[in-house]
C-alpha cells in the first residue's frame, strides 16, 4: 500500500525568489529540490511516496507547504495548502489545482497543482516493482537534508536500461549528488559543534536562527495547532542545512587503543557442588584461567562437597587477548601428588562473556558440569561460584544482593548468558580451510639465493598452515611447503557445548619454520555477528568467502618489530594475505549411537569450491588526488618524500606482489591478450590500440618546505598529484551497500543524539524536540533501508550467511523503524532522559549491525615514504570509499575531500608518540567498477585541467596523473583565541605553560605563552594574511578547509609538549556578502580537546575566513578591539566576538588545609592560598603553623570581577596553595582549577515554593512506614521455587538467616516455636534482621524496574505489532499471577509476632548517600606533577599533594536585600551566614566495625589473616593480636575508642592487614574517612538517629543527647520556630505538625510520659521542614570499598562500618554498644541406627554361591570424616536386614544464626594456629559391605541436613525413593525444633546410568541436646554405659562351622594376623630380589668389562 503525490506546479508567486516545497502525511515530511530565482511559477514536479501499513481513513489530511528558500535565514512560509483525502480513497487517482492559504487561513492568489494515487491493495502489503519505486525517483524523507533533495534522473535512467550509458552525466547533476548537509560535518566528534555553514550566529544545535517562540508558533502552524508535546526539530529547520559538501569528517581520536596492555583481576569463589556423578568420591576443583591453574582443597567421600574458597588471578594484558582466555573449571576425582585423579566434569567460558554482564560478574550461579570425553553422557554434577572480572577502574558488586532467591534452585540460576538455554546440545563446529593468497616472503633472500647457487631450485619463500583457536583448544590444517598461493582444501573440527560460551574463533595463517613458527595474520570471527539467537535466527555459518588478513608491513626482516601486529593486536598497517573459509556448525544427536563420541579437534580433508563462488571477477579502479600535505613532522622534513596507495597487494611496489598471480589467467586476469581484450570490451573509448592502463600507485618525491619549527609541508599549491590503480576483487559489493546504508543511519543518529545532549548540557530549550526530530529520521532511514535492501538480487555468490543477515538486519531495522516512531510519540519533556537512554541502544544495535563479517575488496592504505622507507600511514576502510549509483549505498567518504592524519606504525604509535601528527593529509578518494569509473572526478573541488601521461593524452576517461587549478582565490583567516579551560597539567608543578598553534593550509600562528595555569585566556586574535585556497568560490564557502588547533606547554628548555588537539571549520565571507549579522561576527564555541584518544580540555575560539575581493584588504571589515597598548603587537578578540560581561562579586570561604604533601623534601610550614578568576583574585590569611593549626584565621573574603553574562562561559576559578618560606620567597605546593563555577551561583530562593510556605499548620502523615511486607515478596519472586516451605519463616528465623552472603544451602525454614525473647535479641538480631530489609528492598526495586521495562515493551510493541503481540504479552503475567497467589493463604498467622528494631544498611559508602557531606564545606583536591602519559601511570589519586577546605559563592553584585535584612546577619561572613567556628575541637571518635567480605587473598593457599588497623593523626591502633586465621570474610566485631583534635586529626584511615607469622605483615585494603565534613554536616553524621528511642535492652539511644534536646539545638541554628510540644501526642516544628506516642517503659517495666519519641518523630521527618530541613543521617552500616595503593581502581574488598562521634565538652556518651560476634552454642547430636534393610547384597558365597552382604553403618556430622564412627558388622546378612542398636556421639558448636557449625582445627601439620571453618550442618549415613582381605565395598548414602530433611517413614515399607529425590513436596523438620526425630531412610547411590536407586533402608533415631542437658544426661558411645542400648538380635547364620569352615580361617587369619601376614610377604619377596641381584652381578660385570 503507498500513497504517491505528484507535485507538479505551484503558479502566481510574488516576487524572485528561491522556492522549496515541503509535503507532510502522516507525520513523514519529503522536501523538494530548491528552485533557484524562480519568477511567478515553480515547476517542481517531483513526485513523492509514503509507504502506508494501515489503510488510509477518508478523514486524514495532507499537507504542503510552499516557502521562500533561505540560506541564512529561515525560510518563510508562502502558503499552505491541505486535503481531506475522502475522495483519494474512494476513487483511487485525483488530480487537483487549488489555491494556498495563508497563516490566516485566508486564501491567497498563489495556486497549486498536483496528482494524487493512492493503491489500497485489500489490506495486503503490495510487492512493490523495481521500476515504479524507481521512477517516484528518490523519496528522500531524511528530514535533515543529509541527502540530496531533488530527484536524480539519472537513477530512474540506466535502470531501466534507457540509452543513457552508465555514469555520463552533465557535472552539475553528479555536484548535485554530493551535496551533503552541512550539519554532518563535525557534530559527531563534537568538533566544536562545526556550525552549519549559514545558520551562523549561533550553535548547531539550535539549527538555524529559530527563536524558540518562533519556533513554537512555525510548528504549530505546520501542525495545525498541535500541542507542543508533538513537534519534533529537524523537520522544521532542516531545510536550511541543505549544503553541498565535498568534504567528509577526519577523524578526531588518534592514537589506537586496542593493543595496549591494561590491569585485570579475574576473581572466582567456589561453593560448593552438588549432584556430582560417581560413587563415594574425593572431589577438587581446579580453576584455571588462561595458562594459569589453582585447586581447591579436597574434600573426602562426599558427592556435594562445600568449599567456599576464593581465588583471584591478576593479568595485565591487552584487551582482546584477556577477552579470549578461557575460565575453565574442573572437578577431579581423587587427585593426589603422585596421580593427577579422573575428571568428573567440566565448564569453560571466555572472559569476555563474563565481561559483558552486568556488573562484570556472575553471582551464586551453578555451572552445569559436562564431561568433554562422553558426549552421551548427560550432565555429570553442578558447581556454584561467583566468577567476576574487574578492569581498572570497574567496581564490582554489592556484597548483599537483592536476588538471593532460594539458593537450592539450581535450574533458576545457572551460570549462563541470559538468553542462552539450560539445556546446551554438543555441536561440531566445521571450519574449512580452501586456500590463501598473496602471502609476503617470510625469510631472508639470502638463504633463498644460496640455495638456488646449491641445488638450483629456486622456490617461493613461505611454508604457511592455517591454525585454529577456539574455546582453548586448537587445530591445525597441514603445512604447504615454499607456496604464496598454497592450497588446502582441509577442514577443522571441533566439538563444543551449543551455543558457546566463547565469543571468537582465532584464525590464523602461519609459517612453519624449523626454529619457531610465525604468524603471517590473524583473523578473528565473532559469533555473534555470524549467527542470530532470535526465533527465526539462525547458526553460525559464514562463507565460503575470501577474508583479509592485515599485519605488519611486507618486507622480511628477522626481528619484526611489529610481530605483534600479525598476531591480531592493535590495528594492522599492512595487507599480509586473504584467505578463503567457511564455517559450519551441525547439532549433535548425541541418542544416535553411531556418533563419534570424542571431543579431539579433528582434521578431515574438504571438498573444493568453485572459484566462482565467492563472487565474479571485476576489475576495480580506485583514484586518488593529494589536495595537501601539511604538518609533516621535522624529524623526517630533510629528505624527499612520497607517498604510496594500496589496496591488497595491488600498487604496493616496495614489498607487494611476491609474483604475477597467476590464476588470474583463467579468471580473465594478467594475460596481455586477454586483458586487452576485457579492457576494450568493457569501455571502448579508453587506451590507445594496446589498451593497458598502467596503475601509477605513488607520487613523485618532493622535498618538504618548512611550515615552521615543529612542522613542515609539500609544495602542492596548484598542481596537485594523482593516483590510479586497477585491481580485480571479486565482486560482492551489495554486502558493503547495506553496511553502507546501516552506517549512515547510525552517523545521523548519533550526530542528533550529540545535538540534543548538546542541548541538554547547554541548556537550550526544548530538546525533546530535538529528540523527536531523531526518531523520525530514525524511522525513516529505516524504511529506505527495507526498501533498498530489498532490491538485492539473487545472484549465485550469495553465501548462506548473506541471506540470514540480510533477513535478520531488515527484521531488525523494521522493527527499528516501528519503536522509533512509537518512542517518537512517546517523549515528552520529562520522559526524556529515559528515552535517550533506548535510543543509545538503538545506535550500538545499528553500528552492531553494520559490521560487515565477509570481507570483500581490502582496505586501502596510504603510506608516506621517505627514501623508499616507510614512515607513517592511514588505513581507510574500502567500504567508505566505494561507489554506488544510490546515494545511501555509496561509502561516506566517496567522492569526498578526507582529512586524513598519517600515524606511526603499531607500538611506536602508543603514547605520546601517537599523539603527534606524522603528516596532516586532505585527499580525494574514489574506488568503483573500472566501467563506472565516468565521473569519478565529480567530486573534486571545481576549477582545474587534467595532467594525463602521454599515452592517455587526448582519451577522455584516462585518469589524471595531476591536476593544475587554474582557479584560486585569497582570503584573510583570523582566529579568535579566547581561552581554553581543564587543560593537561604538562610541568611537575601540576600547571602548564600553554600557548596555542594554529594551522591553516601551509601557515601556521602561535599565541603568546601564559605561565603556570590550565585555563589560560589568551584573548588574541591571529591573522592569517594571503591565503590561498584552489577552487571555485562557491564551494570554499560551503566547504571550506579545516583548521587545526595544537596545544602545546612551553618549556624552558628542549622543544614545547604536546597537550592536546582539536579542530573547527571557519564561517566563510565571500567578498559580494556583508559582514553583518546573523552570520557575523561569529560566536565563541567551545571545541573539545583531544589528547590521544583521552579528552583534555576545551578550547573557547571563533574562526572566520574572509574573501579579500579586488578592492584588497581595505574592503575588509575593521579589527575594532579594545586598544591595549601594554600587549604591543598582540591584537585582543574584537568587540563584537568578545563575550559580554557584567559585575559578579565572588566570595570565598577559607576553612583550612589538609593532608599537604613535601615539597621538595621539605615540609609545608606557612601556607597560603592564592584565589584567582578571570585576572582579579584574593589571598587567604597566611596559616602561622600549619603543623599546630591548617585552618585559616580569617573566614570569608571576597573580591568582584567582571564575567560574562552567559554562564557557559564563566572562566574556571584556580585554586593556588603556595608555601611561604624564609627571604620572601614562594613555593607552589599545589593547584586546582573548578571548572565550573554553575554550583557555585547564588540563586535566590522561589518564595512561592512549597519549601518556603510558612503559613497555617501542615500535618505530616506519620503512618509507620510501610514495613516491607518480606513475606508476599518472597513468595512472588519465588513462585517457581520451594516457595511454600518458605512461608512460614518468623522474624527470628529470618534475622538469623545467611549471614554470610557465601552462606551455603538454603537451610533452616521451618519457624521456631516460640516468639523471640526479647533479653534474646542482640544488636546482631537487629543486623541481619536489617539486612534482610535491604535484602527485600533492593529485590522490589529490581522487580519495579522489571515491570516497568516489561511495561514499556508492551507499549512498544503495542505501537508496532498491533494486538497480536499484546495477547501473548498479556497471557504470560496471568499465568504468573496463578502461581505467585498459591502459597497465600498462610500469610496471616506471621502478623502477630514482634517487629525488631531495624538500622540502615548501606551498601556504599555514607559519603556517595549524602553528596560527600559538602553540604556546605566543600573539599578541592590540589594536584601537583605531570599527569601521566601512559593511561597506566599516574592517575589522579597520585597526584593528589592536598586538600583545601572551604566553599565559593558568586553572584551579581548588588546581593538581594532578603539576605542582607534577615535577623543576626553578619556582614562580615557574606553570604556564609551561621557558620561554626573553625578554633581546634576535642572529640571522642567510636569506630564500629562489623565484618568484612570478599577479601582479596594474601597469602599462597589463597587465604588471609585479617586483623583491623586503625590511623587517626598520632592514634594508631594495630589489633594484631585479634587476627582472624585463614578467613577472607571475617567477622570482626569491635569497637575501638579515639580521642582527636580536628582539625589536625580529621583523616580517618581503617585498613586490614594480613598477619604473617614470618616477614612483614601486608596491606590488603584501607577506606579513609574525612571525619571534620562528617562532623560538621547539617546532616548531622555524628550519631545516626535510630528508628525508636528506648532506653534498655539491644537498642538502646547511643547519643548523650536525647532526641528534645538535638531538636531543639537544630530548630535554633536553623531559625526555625519550635518545638512546640502539645498535648496529645503533638509536636511542632515551623509549620509542621508530627505525632506519636508519649510514653515509655523502663527495664522493670514502669511505663513513665515522655517526649522523646515525638522529638525522634521529627527528626526522622527533618527534611520535610521548610527552609531548614534536610535529611538526618540515620542510624547505619555503611560499607565502604577497601583499596590498595599497588592496585589502583580495583577493589580489594569491602568493610562494613560505622562512626560514631562526640564532642569532649558534652557529656560523656554511654559505653560502646557490644557487638562483639556470636558465639557458637554447645550442642551434642545422639544418633542411634537400629537397623537396616533391603541393603543390597554384594558378596557371593564360595560354596553355596548365595548371595550376602557384611553391612555396617558408617556416620559423621563434619566436614572431612574426621568424626566419623562405624557400627559393628553384622555378618553374612542374607536379606539385606541388619540389627545395630549402635549409638554414636557428635559433640558439636553450632551458630543458630547463620546455620553453620564452627570447627576450629589446624589445615595441615605446618599450620601454625587452628582455622575456624563453618560448614553445614549435616550428618552424612553410609552402608557399607566390610571385606577382609580387599578395601570394603560402599554402598550407599544418605545426607540430611539437619535444619531441613524429610520426616522419617514410620516403617521399611513406606520408606522410598521420593524422600531423596522430591524434596520439595515432603513436609521437612529441623532437628533443632523437633530435638528427637525417629523412622526410616533410604539409602541411594547411583547406577551405572548415573540413574539414584536405591540401595537399602537405615531406622535411625536422631536426638539433639544442648551440652548443659547432655550432661545432665549423659549416654554411652556404641551400646556401652551409662545409658546401655541392648545387643542386637542377629540371627546365628554368622558362623556355620561345618558348612563354612574356610570362612573361620578367613575370619581368624585376618583379623588376627593379617598384618603380619603381609610384612612377611613383603620381607621375602625383597629378600628374593637382593639374592637375585647378587647372583647375577658377577655374570655381567665380566660380560661388560670383556666388551662381549
Not at 659 to 679: H, I
Request: hydrophobic letters at 35%; a negative charge; aromatic letters at 8%.
Amino acid at each position: 500500500m503507498a500513497l504517491m503525490l505528484q507535485l507538479r506546479t505551484v503558479s502566481g508567486l510574488r516576487g524572485r525568489a528561491d522556492r522549496i516545497a515541503k509535503a507532510a502525511f502522516r507525520g513523514l515530511s519529503f522536501y523538494t529540490r530548491v528552485l533557484e530565482n524562480c519568477e511567478d511559477e515553480a515547476r517542481f514536479d517531483e513526485a513523492f511516496r509514503w509507504p502506508v501499513a494501515s489503510n488510509i481513513d477518508g478523514n486524514e489530511i495532507l499537507e504542503i507547504q510552499v516557502f521562500n528558500y533561505s540560506k541564512v535565514f529561515t525560510n518563510r512560509l508562502i502558503g499552505t495548502f491541505r486535503m481531506v483525502l475522502q475522495q483519494v480513497v474512494e476513487e483511487g487517482q485525483v488530480e487537483v489545482t487549488d489555491t494556498l492559504i495563508d497563516d490566516n487561513n485566508a486564501a491567497i492568489q498563489t495556486s497549486i497543482s498536483i496528482e494524487i494515487r493512492y493503491h489500497a491493495l485489500d489490506g495486503t502489503v503490495g510487492t512493490w516493482n523495481d521500476k515504479e519505486f524507481l521512477e517516484t525517483p528518490s523519496v528522500h524523507s531524511e528530514g535533515d537534508g543529509r541527502y540530496p533533495l531533488e530527484t536524480d534522473s539519472l537513477l530512474s535512467g540506466h535502470r531501466q536500461g534507457s540509452d543513457i550509458s552508465p555514469g555520463k552525466s552533465n557535472q552539475q547533476s553528479a555536484e548535485r549528488s554530493f551535496r551533503r548537509a552541512g550539519k554532518g560535518v563535525f557534530s559527531a566528534m563534537k568538533l566544536g559543534k562545526a556550525r552549519p555553514s549559514k545558520d551562523d550566529h549561533r550553535k548547531q544545535d539550535e539549527p538555524a536562527v529559530l527563536e524558540t517562540e518562533d519556533l513554537d508558533r512555525k510548528a504549530m502552524r505546520h501542525t495545525g495547532g498541535l500541542e507542543p508535546d508533538t513537534i519534533s526539530l529537524a523537520s522544521v529547520t532542516a531545510v536550511t542545512t541543505n549544503v553541498s559538501n565535498k568534504r567528509s569528517k577526519p577523524d578526531i581520536k588518534m592514537e589506537p587503543s586496542a593493543g595496549r596492555p591494561m590491569d585485570y583481576q579475574v576473581s572466582i569463589t567456589i561453593i560448593e557442588a552438588r549432584q556430582l556423578v560417581g560413587l563415594n568420591m574425593d572431589p577438587v576443583v581446579c580453576v584455571e584461567v588462561g595458562e594459569e591453574k589453582k585447586y581447591t582443597s579436597m574434600k573426602e567421600s562426599t558427592n556435594c562437597p562445600y568449599y567456599n574458597e576464593y581465588f583471584v588471578f591478576d593479568f595485565h594484558v591487552p584487551p582482546d587477548v584477556m577477552f579470549d582466555k578461557i575460565i575453565k573449571l574442573s572437578v577431579i576425582h581423587s587427585k593426589n601428588l603422585l596421580r593427577s585423579g579422573t575428571l568428573v566434569g567440566s565448564f569453560k567460558m571466555d572472559v569476555g562473556t563474563v565481561y559483558t554482564q552486568p556488573e562484570h560478574q556472575f553471582y551464586h550461579k551453578w555451572a552445569i558440569l559436562s564431561d568433554p570425553e562422553d558426549l552421551t553422557a548427560g550432565l555429570k554434577g553442578y558447581l556454584k561460584c561467583d566468577i567476576a572480572v574487574v578492569g581498572k577502574g570497574d567496581n564490582i558488586k554489592t556484597p548483599h544482593k537483592a536476588n538471593e532467591t532460594e539458593e537450592d534452585d539450581i535450574e533458576g540460576n545457572l551460570l549462563l548468558p541470559d538468553g542462552v538455554p539450560a539445556e546446551r546440545q554438543w555441536a561440531r563446529f566445521y571450519i574449512k580451510i580452501y586456500r590463501a593468497e598473496g602471502l609476503p616472503r617470510m625469510n631472508t633472500s639470502i638463504m633463498a639465493n644460496v640455495k638456488k647457487a646449491l641445488i638450483g631450485e629456486n622456490k617461493d619463500l613461505v611454508d604457511p598452515y592455517v591454525q585454529v583457536v577456539f574455546a582453548g583448544q586448537k587445530g591445525k590444517t597441514s603445512v604447504q611447503k615454499s607456496s604464496y598461493e598454497p592450497l588446502w582444501n582441509e577442514q577443522i573440527v571441533f566439538t563444543e557445548m551449543f551455543p558457546p560460551l566463547c565469543k571468537r574463533i582465532k584464525i590464523q595463517i602461519r609459517d612453519s619454520d624449523k626454529v619457531n613458527d610465525v604468524a603471517i595474520g590473524t583473523h578473528f570471527i565473532d559469533l555473534r555477528k555470524i549467527s542470530n539467537e532470535g526465533d527465526k535466527g539462525f547458526l553460525p555459518t559464514f562463507g565460503p568467502a575470501w577474508v583479509n588478513m592485515y599485519g605488519s608491513t611486507r618486507n622480511y626482516t628477522l626481528m619484526d618489530e611489529h610481530q605483534e601486529l600479525n598476531e591480531g593486536l592493535g590495528e594492522g598497517v599492512s595487507f599480509r594475505a586473504r584467505l578463503l573459509m567457511g564455517l559450519a556448525v551441525e547439532i549433535l544427536d548425541t541418542t544416535n549411537p553411531e556418533i563419534n563420541g570424542s571431543t579431539e579437534v579433528q582434521v578431515e580433508q574438504a571438498t573444493s569450491v568453485a572459484d566462482t563462488c565467492t563472487g565474479k571477477m571485476e576489475e576495480f579502479f580506485l583514484f586518488g588526488a593529494f589536495l595537501e600535505a601539511t604538518m609533516i613532522d621535522r624529524k623526517i622534513g630533510d629528505k624527499a618524500i612520497n607517498f604510496e596507495v594500496t589496496i591488497g597487494n595491488y600498487g604496493n611496489q616496495i614489498d607487494g606482489m611476491t609474483k604475477p598471480m597467476l590464476r588470474r589467467k583463467k579468471e580473465g586476469g594478467d594475460g596481455d591478450e586477454e586483458e586487452s581484450e576485457l579492457l576494450q570490451n568493457s569501455s571502448e573509448d579508453e587506451g590507445d590500440e594496446s589498451g593497458e592502463l598502467v596503475s601509477v600507485s605513488s607520487t613523485q618525491p618532493m622535498k618538504p618546505l618548512v611550515t615552521d619549527r615543529n612542522y613542515f609541508h609539500l609544495p602542492y599549491f596548484e598542481k596537485k598529484p594523482c593516483i590510479y590503480i586497477k585491481s580485480w576483487w571479486q565482486d560482492q559489493r551489495r554486502r558493503l551497500y547495506n553496511a553502507n546504508i546501516m552506517d549512515k543511519i547510525a552517523d545521523k543518529l548519533e550526530e542528533g543524539l550529540n545535538d540534543v545532549q548538546e542541548m541538554i548540557k547547554t541548556e537550550k530549550p526544548h530538546p525533546e524536540r530535538r529528540l523527536r526530530g531523531v526518531l523520525e529520521e530514525l524511522s525513516s532511514g529505516c524504511l529506505r533501508f527495507v526498501t533498498l535492501a530489498d532490491k538485492d538480487q539473487h545472484h549465485s555468490s550469495r553465501t548462506r550467511l548473506d541471506r540470514e543477515r540480510l533477513k535478520s538486519c531488515m527484521r531488525e531495522l523494521e522493527n527499528m523503524g516501528q519503536q522509533a516512531t512509537t518512542l517518537r510519540s512517546q517523549v515528552k519533556k520529562n520522559t526524556m532522559k529515559d528515552k535517550l537512554k533506548l535510543v543509545q541502544n538503538f545506535l550500538q544495535k545499528l553500528r552492531f549491525l553494520a559490521d560487515e563479517p565477509q570481507h570483500t575488496i581490502p582496505d586501502v592504505f596510504i603510506w608516506m615514504m621517505s627514501n623508499n622507507k616507510r614512515i607513517a600511514y592511514a588505513r581507510i576502510p574500502s567500504k567508505d570509499i566505494l561507489y554506488s549509483i544510490v546515494d545511501e549505498e555509496m561509502g561516506k567518504d566517496c567522492a569526498k575531500v578526507k582529512t586524513i592524519f598519517l600515524k606511526l606504525p603499531g607500538k611506536r604509535g602508543f603514547g605520546p608518540a601517537g599523539w603527534t601528527v606524522q603528516a596532516k593529509m586532505e585527499m580525494y578518494l574514489w574506488l568503483g567498477l573500472n566501467k563506472q569509473r565516468k565521473d569519478f572526478l565529480s567530486g573534486l573541488p571545481c576549477g582545474f585541467e587534467e595532467k594525463k601521461t602521454a599515452r592517455g593524452q587526448n582519451l577522455p576517461s584516462f585518469p589524471p596523473i595531476s591536476l593544475l587549478y587554474t582557479k584560486k582565490q585569497v582570503f584573510q583567516l583570523r582566529a579568535h583565541m579566547y581561552q581554553a579551560r581543564s587543560l593537561f597539567a604538562a610541568d611537575s608543578s601540576g600547571l602548564s605553560d600553554p600557548f596555542a598553534r594554529v594551522f591553516f593550509i601551509s601557515q601556521s600562528q602561535c599565541t603568546e605563552v601564559l605561565n603556570e595555569t590550565l585555563c589560560p585566556t589568551w584573548d588574541q586574535l591571529l591573522v592569517f594574511d594571503n591565503v590561498e585556497l584552489y577552487g571555485e568560490v562557491h564551494e570554499m564557502r560551503d566547504d571550506p578547509p579545516i583548521i587545526v588547533i595544537e596545544i602545546y606547554d612551553q618549556d624552558t628548555v628542549g622543544k614545547a609538549d604536546f597537550m592536546g588537539r582539536t579542530f573547527a571549520k571557519p564561517v566563510v565571507k565571500m567578498s559580494d556578502e556583508h559582514y553583518s549579522p546573523p552570520r557575523f561576527p561569529p560566536q565563541l564555541e567551545y571545541y573539545q580537546i583531544y589528547r590521544g584518544n583521552s579528552t583534555a580540555g576545551d578550547l573557547l575560539a571563533a574562526f572566520e575566513l574572509l574573501q579579500i575581493g579586488p578592492g584588497g584588504k581595505s574592503d575588509l571589515p575593521p579589527i575594532d578591539g579594545p586598544t591595549d597598548v601594554d600587549r604591543g603587537p598582540i591584537l585582543p578578540v574584537p568587540l563584537g566576538i568578545r563575550p559580554v560581561l557584567s559585575k559578579y562579586r565572588v566570595e570565598i570561604l577559607f576553612w583550612g588545609l589538609r593532608d599537604l604533601k613535601r615539597v621538595n623534601l621539605a615540609q609545608v610550614d606557612r601556607p597560603r592560598v592564592d584565589i584567582e578568576c578571570a585576572g582579579r583574585g584574593v589571598q587567604s590569611a597566611l596559616i602561622q603553623n600549619y603543623k599546630k593549626n591548617p585552618n585559616f584565621s580569617t573566614l570569608v573574603k571576597w573580591f568582584e570581577v567582571d564575567l560574562p553574562e552567559n554562564e557557559l562561559l564563566h572562566p574556571p576559578l584556580n585554586i593556588r596553595v603556595v608555601d611561604c618560606r624564609a627571604f620572601g620567597r614562594y613555593t607552589l605546593v599545589g593547584s586546582h582549577a573548578v571548572s565550573s563555577l554553575r554550583k557555585f551561583i547564588y540563586r535566590p530562593p522561589d518564595k512561592k515554593a512549597q519549601h518556603w510556605n510558612m503559613t497555617g499548620e501542615i500535618v505530616v502523615n506519620m503512618e509507620p512506614e510501610i514495613p516491607i511486607k518480606k513475606l508476599e515478596t518472597m513468595v512472588k519472586l519465588e513462585a517457581n521455587s520451594d516457595a511454600v516451605v518458605k512461608v512460614d519463616v518468623t522474624e527470628e528465623e529470618k534475622e538469623k538467616k545467611k549471614k554470610k552472603k557465601k552462606g551455603g544451602g538454603g537451610g533452616g525454614e521451618e519457624a521456631e516455636e516460640g516468639e523471640p525473647d526479647e533479653s534474646m535479641l542482640d544488636w546482631w538480631s537487629k543486623y541481619f534482621a536489617s539486612i534482610e530489609t535491604m535484602k527485600e528492598q533492593l529485590r522490589q526495586q529490581e522487580a519495579a524496574a522489571a515491570e516497568a521495562e516489561e511495561k514499556e515493551d508492551m507499549e512498544i510493541a503495542e505501537g508496532s505489532k498491533g494486538q497480536v503481540k499484546n495477547k501473548e504479552k498479556s497471557k504470560a503475567p496471568k499465568d504468573d499471577k496463578k502461581k505467585k497467589q498459591q502459597p497465600a493463604p498462610e500469610l496471616p498467622e506471621k502478623k502477630s509476632k514482634q517487629k525488631i528494631d531495624e538500622l540502615k544498611v548501606f551498601n556504599k559508602e555514607l559519603e556517595t548517600e549524602f553528596d560527600n557531606f559538602e553540604d556546605w564545606l566543600h573539599t578541592f583536591n590540589l594536584l601537583r606533577g605531570k599527569i601521566g602519559d601512559n593511561d597506566d601511570n599516574a592517575t589522579e589519586e597520585e597526584r593528589i599533594v592536598g586538600r583545601f577546605k572551604g566553599s565559593i559563592c558568586v553572584y551579581k553584585v548588588p546581593l538581594p536585600d532578603d539576605i542582607t535584612k534577615e535577623a543576626g546577619y553578619d556582614p562580615s561572613f557574606g553570604m556564609f551566614q551561621g557558620i561554626p567556628s573553625n578554633d581546634p575541637i576535642n572529640v571522642l571518635v567510636r569506630v564500629y566495625i562489623v565484618r568484612a567480605t570478599d577479601l582479596h587473598p594474601a597469602d599462597i593457599n589463597g587465604k588471609a589473616d585479617p586483623y583491623i588497623a586503625i590511623k587517626l593523626g598520632k592514634t594508631d591502633i594495630k589489633d594484631k593480636e585479634n587476627y582472624i586465621s585463614k578467613q577472607l570474610n571475617p567477622v570482626f566485631g569491635k569497637s575501638f575508642d579515639i580521642e582527636a583534635t580536628f582539625p589536625v586529626e580529621s583523616m580517618l584511615t581503617v585498613a586490614v592487614y594480613d598477619w604473617d607469622l614470618v616477614g612483614t605483615d601486608d596491606l590488603i585494603g584501607e577506606t579513609k574517612i574525612d571525619l571534620e565534613n562528617r562532623y560538621y554536616s547539617k546532616h548531622r553524621a555524628t550519631c545516626g538517629v535510630s528508628q525508636t528511642y528506648s532506653i534498655h535492652g539491644y537498642n538502646t539511644w547511643r547519643d548523650p543527647m536525647k532526641p528534645s534536646q538535638i531538636l531543639s539545638k537544630l530548630c535554633k541554628e536553623g531559625k526555625v520556630d519550635g518545638p512546640h510540644f502539645g498535648p496529645g501526642g503533638r509536636v511542632k516544628v515551623a509549620n509542621r505538625v508530627f505525632t506519636g506516642p508519649t510514653e515509655i517503659e523502663d527495664e522493670n517495666g514502669q511505663k513513665k510520659q515522655t517526649d522523646e519519641h515525638l522529638a525522634l518523630t521529627a527528626l526522622r521527618h527533618w527534611e520535610d521542614i521548610p527552609r531548614a530541613g534536610c535529611r538526618l543521617v540515620p542510624e547505619h552500616v555503611e560499607t565502604r570499598p577497601l583499596l590498595n595503593p599497588d592496585k589502583p581502581g580495583i577493589e580489594q574488598g569491602r568493610l562494613e562500618m560505622w562512626v560514631d562521634m562526640f564532642p569532649m565538652d558534652m557529656p560523656a556518651p554511654g559505653p560502646a554498644i557490644d557487638i562483639s560476634p556470636r558465639k557458637p552454642k554447645k550442642y551434642e547430636l545422639r544418633v542411634i541406627v537400629w537397623n537396616t534393610d533391603e541393603v543390597i547384597l554384594e558378596d557371593d558365597d564360595y560354596f553355596t554361591g548365595e548371595k550376602s552382604s557384611d553391612i555396617f553403618v558408617r556416620g559423621w556430622l563434619k566436614g572431612q570424616q574426621e568424626d566419623k564412627q562405624d557400627t559393628d558388622v553384622h555378618y553374612h546378612s542374607l536379606t539385606g536386614e541388619g540389627n545395630f542398636n549402635w549409638r554414636y556421639i557428635f559433640p558439636f558448636d553450632y551458630l543458630m544464626a547463620e546455620e553453620k557449625i564452627v570447627i576450629s582445627k589446624k589445615e595441615s601439620m605446618f599450620s601454625w594456629d587452628e582455622t575456624e571453618y563453618k560448614i553445614p550442618a549435616r550428618l552424612t549415613l553410609q552402608v557399607w559391605d566390610a571385606d577382609h582381605f580387599s578395601a570394603d565395598d560402599f554402598l550407599g548414602a544418605i545426607e540430611l541436613d539437619l535444619n531441613r530433611f524429610p520426616r522419617g517413614a514410620k516403617t521399611s515399607k513406606q520408606c522410598t525413593l521420593e524422600m531423596v529425590t522430591n524434596e520439595a513436596e515432603l513436609p521437612m523438620v529441623s532437628i533443632f525444633k523437633q530435638k528427637r526425630v525417629k523412622g526410616w531412610w533410604p539409602f541411594v547411590a547411583r547406577d551405572e546410568n548415573d540413574e539414584l536407586e536405591i540401595t537399602g533402608k537405615v531406622e535411625a533415631e536422631l536426638h539433639l541436646l544442648t551440652a548443659e542437658e547432655a550432661e545432665k544426661s549423659p549416654a554411652g558411645l556404641a551400646r556401652n554405659e551409662p545409658d546401655p542400648l541392648e545387643k542386637p538380635n542377629r540371627p546365628d547364620t554368622s558362623f556355620i562351622w561345618f558348612l563354612n569352615p574356610l570362612k573361620s580361617i578367613k575370619y581368624l587369619i585376618c583379623t588376627r594376623y593379617k598384618w603380619l601376614i603381609i610384612k612377611i610377604v613383603l620381607a621375602l619377596l625383597l629378600l628374593i630380589m637382593v639374592a637375585l641381584f647378587l647372583y647375577s652381578m658377577p655374570g655381567y660385570m665380566v660380560k661388560k668389562l670383556l666388551g662381549a
